[in-house]
């Protein structure tokens, strides 16, 4: 774009020297009154003369490729032309004061906005001279005499030029010194992190308000400290040698977390990014420091570690940190020689609370149990909670088994006073396993499973007793086995059967899916639930043969309601965590897909936010490939992983299912109700479906429907039914 006239006049008046300045100038250059006339006699002969060379000279400047871009808009090169012939016909004219010296700044100005180098400028004077020569030769070929001094005149006078035009080049070159240094010093001193400029021995040499605000001090506090003031000792034995090393040029930057000492006292944990900043090579580096606030996410940090490491409703630690205090437990004992007691406790009869009182008031009860295993036990023992009525109590350092059955009494007697819960006196008791490191274990998860032999033993003697383990208490080991070996053949002998729970939309109540769900008739007779064996089907890996067996029934069983004229609806099947993982997994899909003939578009797979998050990367890459084959994805049982509606946008699925625990305390729950309302709108805002399992009553299901709620489950629609079942419904319906 061509340069603005006003904004050249305002620059150049702005450059202007005074009178005096161009007068020493002109006397530094020789320029005397005879040069001025000699110039003067020139001039009106070499005004004619001047177009050709001032196109020779735009044409020079266009045959270089680096200057060729500058003059490629015809508006601009047409201002130069105009401004170099106004130049030309100034330069010979012997008036060389203000006004001859303000318009030649105008001219520089517009060649330095335009993007032309100081070293281009300098040699097209040289252009300038060089064509000009031959043309004053030949004016004067008459008068040769004069050749020499009017051309040493012309010279005096385009160095005269140089140098104004030069000034324009050096105040601009000035001036973006100055808007950088302002507009640094507004970044630097409203970024919204702290910023600081540090010596090499750790002394504030500038900082900014962020940062100020961060530690409390005032500018001038700070700038009279050290670094070391505001680190621990033992910070600054990692921070001063780092710093060194920055100033040194050994490390470009460093980067750690710890923790500043605030005026008032306290401290805040920050991130200290430094990187070194040299100037030139005499001078030492000086280190320039991005410190943030990061105390914020720290808390966050500390309530999701205590989170994944305690139980929610009690406080007191979970299965992890247990596991955790166990092993540190036992390498203590290891040392010492002392033994590890492992107490397992269950609630005799929960159930019956729960289901006569409520759940809410169920939660009471563990929440008081747990208080009460606190105040029975030392300082020093860990009290845990592994879910449901199911607690842990690890005594470190037992000289003697004794103490731990004492305990045990203790912890009996204490559970069984009365305790009020919703205007109801209950006396829960417990029973109690004991196992003991080094006799029934070397490590906490088998210590941790013969205490829960144990307890079972104590309640098999008639509930409210506690029980050392032995080695008779197999029974559940057995047992276990034969579950194990009978689930290898349930395959083969045809003992695995699907039943379907069928899933309603709730705006018109029709039945538009259903979830396909495994039971297995062992030996032709008893009906065994999936909750008895599918932890076994996991450990073992026979769940990747079931599951495949599910999932190419439940797929033939569509095509086959398909084919006998039944109204349209999809299948939902379950994905285990194991059987989600397993190598082409998707490939398995689109062959059972294939070979059954169902429409991927029918097919919807289910799979836990928990496994989903357990390895997320890995996951979405898996569901984007079932995605891609047309395959509806589905997230069940949300809100009892760890996962959030915002993390799950990188998986591309279709429905949430709400988890029953939420749906079976609603309306009556407040939290519960807001927490299912929270969670539809959420993924309606993310275009999910939504789901609600569990659904056993008309309340639920209209408060449902008041959230928008798309579709639902439970026994209130219907229990889980066989296919010939479920098609008679369908043709009813």
Request: with cysteine; aromatic share 6%.
């Amino acid at each position: 774009m061509p340069a603005d006239p006003r904004a050249l006049d305002h620059s150049a008046d702005a450059m202007m020297p005074t009178e005096e300045q161009i007068r020493q100038r002109l006397r530094f250059l020789e320029i005397s009154a005879e040069d001025v006339a000699l110039l003067r006699q020139i001039h009106a002969t070499l005004l004619p003369r001047l177009p050709p060379v001032i196109a020779a000279f735009y044409r020079h400047l266009q045959s270089v490729p680096a200057l060729r871009p500058l003059l490629a808009d015809p508006v601009v090169l047409d201002r130069l032309h105009q401004l170099q012939g106004a130049y030309f016909h100034s330069l010979t004219a012997g008036e060389y004061d203000a006004d001859y010296v303000r318009h030649r700044l105008r001219v520089g100005l517009a060649h330095q906005r335009i993007g032309l180098a100081p070293e281009w400028y300098i040699g097209a004077y040289r252009k300038y001279l060089g064509d000009l020569a031959p043309v004053l030769a030949e004016l004067l070929h008459d008068r040769p005499q004069l050749f020499l001094p009017t051309y040493g005149a012309l010279m005096k006078i385009a160095c005269f030029d140089m140098g104004l035009a030069l000034d324009t080049y050096i105040q601009a070159g000035r001036q973006q010194l100055r808007d950088s240094e302002t507009r640094f010093r507004a970044a630097f001193g409203q970024a919204a992190v702290g910023l600081a400029q540090l010596s090499a021995d750790g002394r504030w040499l500038r900082v900014n308000r962020k940062l100020l605000d961060i530690v409390g001090y005032t500018e001038a506090e700070l700038l009279a400290m050290h670094v070391w003031d505001l680190v621990t000792p033992e910070d600054w034995q990692i921070d001063g040698p780092l710093l060194q090393a920055l100033a040194n040029g050994e490390l470009e930057s460093t980067s750690r977390e710890k923790r500043y000492l605030c005026r008032n006292g306290q401290r805040v944990w920050v991130k200290a990014t430094v990187t070194a900043m040299k100037l030139d090579t005499d001078h030492a580096a000086t280190l320039v420091a991005v410190i943030e606030d990061i105390s914020q996410r720290k808390q966050f940090e500390e309530e999701l570690m205590h989170l994944a490491r305690h139980d929610a409703l009690t406080g007191l630690a979970n299965r992890t940190l247990l596991l955790d205090r166990v092993a540190q437990a036992i390498a203590q004992a290891r040392r010492s020689g002392a033994q590890v007691a492992m107490l397992f406790l269950d609630l005799d009869r929960f159930k019956t609370i729960n289901d006569s009182l409520g759940h809410d008031a169920g939660d009471r009860v563990v929440i008081e149990v747990g208080r009460r295993l606190k105040q029975a036990v030392r300082d020093a023992d860990t009290v845990a909670r592994l879910g449901g009525d199911e607690f842990v109590v690890l005594l470190a350092e037992l000289p003697s088994e004794h103490i731990a059955a004492a305990l045990a009494q203790k912890v009996l007697s204490a559970l069984f006073k009365p305790m009020l819960i919703h205007g109801h006196e209950l006396a829960p008791a417990c029973s109690i396993g004991i196992s003991l490191y080094p006799r029934d274990g070397a490590d906490g998860k088998t210590l941790l499973k013969n205490a829960d032999a144990a307890m079972y033993q104590a309640k098999a003697q008639g509930r409210g007793n506690y029980q050392f383990y032995s080695e008779e208490m197999n029974a559940r080991t057995l047992d276990r086995l034969t579950l194990e070996s009978g689930l290898r053949h349930a395959i083969e002998r045809g003992e695995l059967q699907l039943m379907y729970q069928p899933q309603i939309d709730l705006a018109s109540g029709a039945v538009i899916g259903a979830e396909a769900l495994l039971r297995w008739r062992q030996g032709g007779g008893q009906l065994v639930m999936p909750d008895a064996f599918i932890a076994i089907a996991e450990e073992t890996g026979l769940i990747v043969p079931i599951g495949e067996w599910v999932l190419r029934t439940a797929c033939a069983q569509h095509v086959a309601w398909q084919r006998a004229g039944l109204p349209e609806l999809r299948v939902a099947v379950n994905l285990s965590a194991r059987q989600f993982r397993q190598p082409g997994m998707d490939a398995m899909v689109a062959r059972v897909l294939a070979e059954t003939g169902c429409h991927a578009s029918a097919l919807e797979l289910e799979i836990t936010e928990s496994v989903l998050m357990d390895r997320p990367d890995s996951a979405a890459q898996t569901l984007q490939r079932l995605s891609e084959m047309g395959v509806l994805l589905a997230i069940d049982d949300f809100g009892t992983g760890y996962s959030s509606l915002s993390y799950l946008k990188r998986f591309p699925i279709n429905a949430l299912k709400i988890d029953r625990s939420f749906v079976r305390d609603i309306p009556a729950d407040a939290d519960d109700s807001a927490i299912a309302g929270a969670v539809i709108a959420l993924a309606h805002s993310m275009g999910l479906t939504v789901v609600a399992e569990g659904v056993e009553t008309p309340q639920q299901r209209d408060f449902l429907r008041q959230l928008h709620c798309d579709q639902a489950q439970g026994y209130l629609f219907s229990e889980p039914v066989s296919a010939a079942t479920l098609a008679g419904m369908l043709r009813r319906a």
